[in-house]
T-cell receptor
Framework: NAGVTQTPKFQVLKTGQSMTLQCAQDMNHEYMSWYRQDPGMGLRLIHYSVGAGITDQGEVPNGYNVSRSTTEDFPLRLLSAAPSQTSVYFC?????????????FGQGTRLTVV | GDSVTQMEGPVTLSEEAFLTINCTYTATGYPSLFWYVQYPGEGLQLLLKATKADDKGSNKGFEATYRKETTSFHLEKGSVQVSDSAVYFCALAFMNYGGSQGNLIFGKGTKLSVKP
C-alpha cells in the first residue's frame, strides 16, 4: 500500500535551473495538492487539482507550474529556480465526503537552490 | 479569511508531564478540524480529527474536542513520552466547499521536545 510517493527526496539546484518534482498516488483520489513548508510558516498551499485536467492556484503559486493528465500523477515544475524556493515540498491527496475531508501526505522533497 | 492559530513553541516537557497545545480557528463555515504530527525527517501523519461541534478526536493517547463556541481544538495528552517529540500542526478543511474541497489550512506548527 504505497499511498503518496514523492521523488526525489533531496535535490540541489543552481539558480535558473528547472526541474520537476514528481508525485503519484495509488488511492484513486480526485483531489491532489502541493504544499511548501518553511520554518515558522507552517505549510502553505502552492497548487491543487480537483481531478484530471483541472488545476488551480493556492496561496503561493508564483514560480511553479502544475498539470494533471491522470488521476494518479500531479507533478510540480519549477521553470527557473530561485533561492526563495528553497523549502521542503509536500504532495498530498485527499478524499472528501459530505461529512469530512482527509488528506494523505508524501514523505517530502527537500529542495535547496544555490 | 479562514485561518488557524496555534501556540508557538518550542515546548519542552519532561516525560509523563501533561501536554496542552492550543489551537483556535477563524472560518466562515463549519470546517473539519485536524491535528497532524511530523516526526523528524518525515512527512505529515494524521493524528486525529473531528468533523462537527462537540466531536472528540482521539488517537495514541492524544485528544482534542471541537469547540464551536470558542472556535478551538486544543490538543491534550495526559502523560507524554520521549517518542512524542515531534512537530504538531493544527489544520482545518472544508467539506464540499466549491472547487477547493480538500484544501487544508495549517497553523504554523508547534515543536514538542520531551526529555527523559
Amino acid at each position: 500500500n504505497a499511498g503518496v510517493t514523492q521523488t526525489p527526496k533531496f535535490q540541489v539546484l543552481k539558480t535558473g535551473q528547472s526541474m520537476t518534482l514528481q508525485c503519484a498516488q495509488d488511492m484513486n483520489h480526485e483531489y491532489m495538492s502541493w504544499y511548501r513548508q518553511d520554518p515558522g510558516m507552517g505549510l502553505r498551499l502552492i497548487h491543487y487539482s480537483v481531478g484530471a485536467g483541472i488545476t488551480d492556484q493556492g496561496e503561493v503559486p508564483n514560480g511553479y507550474n502544475v498539470s494533471r493528465s491522470t488521476t494518479e500523477d500531479f507533478p510540480l515544475r519549477l521553470l527557473s529556480a530561485a533561492p526563495s524556493q528553497t523549502s521542503v515540498y509536500f504532495c498530498a491527496s485527499s478524499y472528501s465526503t459530505e461529512e469530512f475531508t482527509e488528506a494523505f501526505f508524501g514523505q517530502g522533497t527537500r529542495l535547496t537552490v544555490v | 479569511g479562514d485561518s488557524v492559530t496555534q501556540m508557538e513553541g518550542p515546548v519542552t516537557l519532561s516525560e509523563e508531564a501533561f501536554l496542552t497545545i492550543n489551537c483556535t480557528y477563524t472560518a466562515t463555515g463549519y470546517p473539519s478540524l485536524f491535528w497532524y504530527v511530523q516526526y523528524p525527517g518525515e512527512g505529515l501523519q494524521l493524528l486525529l480529527k473531528a468533523t462537527k461541534a462537540d466531536d472528540k478526536g482521539s488517537n495514541k493517547g492524544f485528544e482534542a474536542t471541537y469547540r464551536k463556541e470558542t472556535t478551538s481544538f486544543h490538543l491534550e495528552k495526559g502523560s507524554v513520552q520521549v517518542s512524542d517529540s515531534a512537530v504538531y500542526f493544527c489544520a482545518l478543511a472544508f467539506m464540499n466547499y466549491g472547487g477547493s474541497q480538500g484544501n487544508l489550512i495549517f497553523g504554523k506548527g508547534t515543536k514538542l521536545s520531551v526529555k527523559p
